[in-house]
C-alpha cells in the first residue's frame, strides 16, 4: 500500500456536516470525547508524516531503522499534541455532535464520580475553652466549605476538625508558606506531600485532601485521641511516640490547645 501524502487547505472540509444530537449520558460524551482525540491523533500522525517526508525523514534516508522510529515518534507526539489543545479538530467534531466543548465531557466525568466514604473516626479530646478564629479566617475558610465535606467523608475526618486544623495552620490563607517550608492551607511540607500523593500543593482541594488524610492515620494510630494526632500533625509521631505524649515543645502544646479551642467554637456554632 503505497504512503498517502495528506494535505489540508481548510480542516472544516474533511469534517461531514452532523446534525447536533442531544447526548444525555455522560458516559456516551466521554466514549465521543474519546474517539475525537483518537480521530484528531490520528489526523496530526498523517499530517506529520507527510510533513517529514519532504525532509527525507526525521532520521535520514540512510538510518537503519528509521522507518520504524520515526512511526513511533510521530505516533507519540501526535498522542501528544491530542491530549492538550491540539489542533482543533476533536473540539470542532465534538461540538458539532453535542453542541458543547469538549471540555465539559471531562468536568461532567469528574462532578459524577462517586464519593468513597470512610467509616467517620470516633474521636476523644479534653475539654479547652473555645478560642473564637477571626472573622476574616473564618471568611476565607467559608470559601472550601464544599472541598472539607469531600475531604471529612472521604477520610471519616469530622469537618470541624479538619476546619480547625486550616485556621490554626495558615488562617484559611491558600498562599501561606512558613519558615520550615510548610506550605498551604494545611501547611504540608514537601515530604508529606509526596508521601500522602500531594502533586500541587498550592492546589486547595489536593493540599485539603492531603492535609486530612494525615489526620485520619493519625487519629486511627492513636485511637482516636484527638490531642496526640494533632500534636503529632505539629511535631511529627516519632516525637508524640517518644514521649507518649504532646511533647514538651511549647510550640505544640499551644499549637494543640489552639485548634481544640478553635474545634470548640465550631462545634458551638
Known amino acids: 500500500m503505497s504512503d498517502i501524502n495528506l494535505k489540508i487547505t481548510n480542516p472544516n472540509k474533511h469534517i461531514s456536516q452532523v446534525q447536533t444530537q442531544a447526548y444525555q449520558k455522560n458516559v456516551d460524551k466521554k466514549k465521543l470525547a474519546d474517539a475525537s482525540k483518537q480521530f484528531e491523533s490520528l489526523l496530526t500522525s498523517m499530517m506529520l508524516k507527510s510533513m517529514s517526508q519532504t525532509t527525507g525523514g526525521l532520521f535520514g534516508d540512510d538510518s537503519f531503522g528509521g522507518d520504524f ?10 498522542n501528544h499534541i491530542a491530549k492538550g489543545k491540539g489542533l482543533g479538530v476533536a473540539d470542532m467534531i465534538y461540538k458539532k455532535i453535542t453542541g458543547e466543548g469538549i471540555s465539559n465531557a471531562i468536568e461532567e466525568e469528574v462532578k459524577t464520580l462517586p464519593v468513597k466514604s ?3 473516626i470516633e474521636y476523644k479530646k479534653p475539654e479547652v475553652p473555645a478560642v473564637k478564629p477571626t472573622e476574616q479566617a473564618l471568611n476565607r475558610l467559608s470559601k472550601y466549605e464544599q472541598i472539607i465535606q469531600e475531604a471529612s467523608e472521604t477520610h471519616g475526618v469530622d469537618k470541624n476538625i479538619i476546619k480547625a486544623v486550616i485556621l490554626a495552620e495558615s488562617a484559611g490563607r491558600e498562599d501561606a508558606i512558613s519558615s520550615a517550608n510548610a506550605k498551604g492551607l494545611m501547611q504540608l511540607i514537601d515530604a ?8 500541587n500543593v498550592w492546589n486547595p482541594k489536593e493540599n485539603i485532601f492531603g492535609g486530612t488524610k494525615y489526620l485520619a492515620e493519625l487519629l486511627r494510630k492513636y485511637d482516636g485521641d ?6 503529632g500533625y505539629n511535631a511529627g509521631p516519632g516525637n508524640v ?7 514538651p515543645f511549647t510550640e505544640t502544646q499551644t499549637y494543640v490547645k489552639r485548634v481544640m479551642g478553635y474545634l470548640n467554637h465550631l462545634e458551638a456554632m
Not at 508529606?192 to 502533586?199: E, N, Q, S
Request: net charge negative; proline share 6%; glycine share 2%.
Open 192 to 199: 508529606t506531600a509526596d508521601y500522602l500523593g500531594v502533586r
Open 241 to 247: 511516640d517518644k514521649y507518649n505524649d504532646i511533647p
Open 226 to 231: 484527638l490531642k496526640l494526632a494533632l500534636a
Open 118 to 120: 470512610a467509616p467517620k
Open 69 to 78: 522510529f520515526e512511526s513511533i515518534f510521530q505516533f507519540e507526539i501526535a
